[in-house]
Every structure is written in C-alpha cells, then in structure tokens.
C-alpha cells in the first residue's frame, strides 16, 4: 500500500496519464480523434460535470467507508447496507474489466505501431509481444511505473504539438442522440470511474480525511485536464504515436499491477489471478472481434457504474454515505443524491441504448 504523502500526489498523476490514454484508447471507436465537433466536447465536458463527478464522489465515499479496496469491500459494503450478496457482483465485473481494458490498450498499441512502422508482422504476434512485455513491468514499483506513463504521455503531448500535426478545424454540427452516449462513454469508461482505480490509490489518504472531497477533486481535475490535452492532440505523426506507444505500455502494465493487488487482497491463489488476468487479455488477439468487443467494453464499463450508482443511491443506508462524504453543507450532500439516484443511472441507461443503436 502507498504511504499518504506518494498517494497524495500519485492519484491525480495517475487520473491524467490514465485517462488520456485511456480516452485515446476508445477515441476512435466514437469517432471523436477523426472529427473535431464543437458541440461534442461542449457536451463531453457537461457530462464530465454531471456524471463524472458524482461518481468519483461516490468511489472516495465508498472507499471511506469500507476502509479497503474495491473487490474486498463488496462483502463489508452489503452486509452493513442488509443487501443481498449478488451485489457483490460488481466487484468482479470491475475488476475482471481492468485487464480486459489493458487488452484493448495494447490491440490499440499494436495497430499504431504497425501502421506508423508499415511492419508486416502479423497483428496477432504484435499484440502478443506486447502482452508480453506489459505482464513483465507490471512487476516495477507503481511509483516508477506512474512516472514513466508521464513520461510517455507528457513526450507525446509536446511532440504533437512542436511537430505541427495536422488536426481538424473545430466546427459546431448538430447534436445527436448518438454524441450523448459517446460523451457518457468518454467521461466515465474512459476515466476509469466505477472500476475502483481511484479508490485503490487514494485508499492511504482517504483514511485519514474527513472529507471526500480532498481526495475527489484533485482526481476529478487531473481528468479534466486530460480531456482538455485530448482535443490538441494526435497519433498521426509517427513521434508523437511512438511515444503514446510507451506510455500505453506503461499504462497497461500499471493495469495488470493494480488488477493483481486486488486479486491478492481477495486471497485467492496466485494461479488463479494469473489465469484471471491473462484470459482478459488474450481474447484481444482472436481475429475479427475488435468491433464486437469495443462495444463490449463501453457498454461493460456503463453497467458497473450504473450498478454503483443504484447500490450507493438506493441501497446503503443514508447516514452510511453522508458520513463518509463529509460535506460541509447538507445541500451539496442532497443533490451528490439526486445525481447518484436519478440523474447518473438514467442517463447511463440512455447512454447504454445510443451505444447499442450505434453498433447496429
């Protein structure tokens, strides 16, 4: 575990690097990296408001209150809330997600690289040498691991830019039902809300916090900024690709690590965790499921978070989670509520429906 002083700072760290990765990673399956709409962002940046920072309020309160990381806490969470066990379910929907995530960010990998390089090796033995190499440094400290993903992303982000890349002009187009389910995607599966990432790293701090909020907003910002970089930035040019490359790698090997501790923590077998992680990442390399899977993956990621919201809005107990906000003003801590309860599961659902009528 993190000593308080490095989860201080590695938190927010790890929200930007994360989520610019993350949100590059899925960019191109909504079509946000080819075609640069005004209104989209607009709306992005409205959902990162409404939605995103409800339920990253909602990850620090449930990590205040359990006390121990995400997959552990499902078991203390229900029984204090008289839930039934199958809430727990959620637990491991997250946490097998986090490798399967790490297996699209290394497909992602493999097919820049072999674009960029004009390789002829196969896609699939491109993809395998990199599972390969981020299952290795998932075995390097988390400090050095965070820091070499900045590395990559912050390189990538200046070469980017030094080096002209071309981008599309910002235009303003008409918004569809379709951009509403892109910009849930983008500001909760790409951040890494509901999969308990955030929890775990701030667990050291938030212990010892009164209030969420000092744990939440630092994280919430990193995210923001990482939508803003977004929007000045491409893998077009082969320097700024190579350098996203690396701090892909990084990224998906800090996965790999943060998916292994919580596993550990669960005590199971180590045969088991490996079995775990391996088989979410593999299935990435089975032919002419990319598609398929990019689907998978946000509609996935849309349902652990639709679950936390209903558990946290509907299930616990109110005093459990007002405590553990530790909101200054009981209003701010009722309309935290209203979000949790209403707002973030409908619109998640809607987000859900635009993502499905999309793929079809």
Not at 17 to 34: N, R
Not at 117 to 126: A, E, G, W
Not at 248 to 264: F, G, H, W
Request: aromatic share 12%; hydrophobic share 60%.
């Amino acid at each position: 575990m993190q000593d308080t002083t490095l989860s201080r700072w590695l938190a927010p760290v790890m929200a930007f690097c994360l989520s610019f990765v993350m949100i590059t990673t899925l960019a191109p399956t909504v079509g946000v990296q080819i075609d640069r709409q005004l209104d989209f962002w607009l709306l992005w940046l409205g959902t990162m408001f409404l939605l995103a920072l409800p339920i990253a309020y909602l990850e620090i309160a449930l990590a205040k209150r359990s006390q121990t990381t995400a997959l552990q806490a499902l078991s203390t969470l229900t029984r204090d809330a008289d839930a039934s066990p199958r809430w727990r379910i959620v637990g491991w929907l997250a946490i097998v997600f986090v490798p399967f995530f790490a297996g699209s960010v290394l497909n992602t990998v493999a097919d820049i690289l072999k674009q960029q390089l004009v390789l002829d090796t196969p896609h699939q033995i491109l993809f395998a040498i990199f599972a390969i190499v981020a299952l290795g440094l998932s075995f390097i400290p988390r400090q050095f691991l965070i820091g070499l993903t900045t590395l990559g992303v912050i390189t990538a982000f200046i070469l980017a830019n030094v080096m002209g890349t071309e981008l599309a002009a910002w235009h303003w187009t008409s918004v569809e039902f379709k951009e509403w389910g892109n910009a849930t995607v983008l500001a909760l599966v790409a951040s890494g809300l509901g999969l308990g990432l955030y929890w775990q790293s701030s667990l050291s701090t938030v212990k010892k916090q009164p209030a969420a909020t000092t744990a939440v907003l630092p994280i919430w910002v990193a995210q923001l900024l990482a939508v803003i970089a977004f929007g000045f930035f491409s893998v077009q040019a082969q320097f700024p690709a190579l350098a996203w490359v690396f701090a892909a790698i990084m990224t998906a090997a800090l996965l790999i690590q943060l998916t292994r501790e919580q596993l550990a923590q669960r005590q199971l077998a180590p045969v088991i965790q490996w079995a775990i992680i391996v088989a979410a990442i593999a299935v990435w390399a089975l032919p002419q499921v990319e598609q398929i899977f990019n689907t998978l993956l946000m509609l996935w990621g849309l349902a652990i978070c639709l679950i936390y919201a209903v558990f946290a809005g509907w299930i616990m107990k109110i005093s459990h989670l007002r405590k553990a906000m530790g909101f200054s003003n009981e209003l701010f801590y009722n309309l935290w509520r209203i979000a949790v309860r209403v707002v973030l599961p409908l619109s998640i659902v809607l987000a859900a429906i635009a993502v499905i009528g999309q793929s079809l």
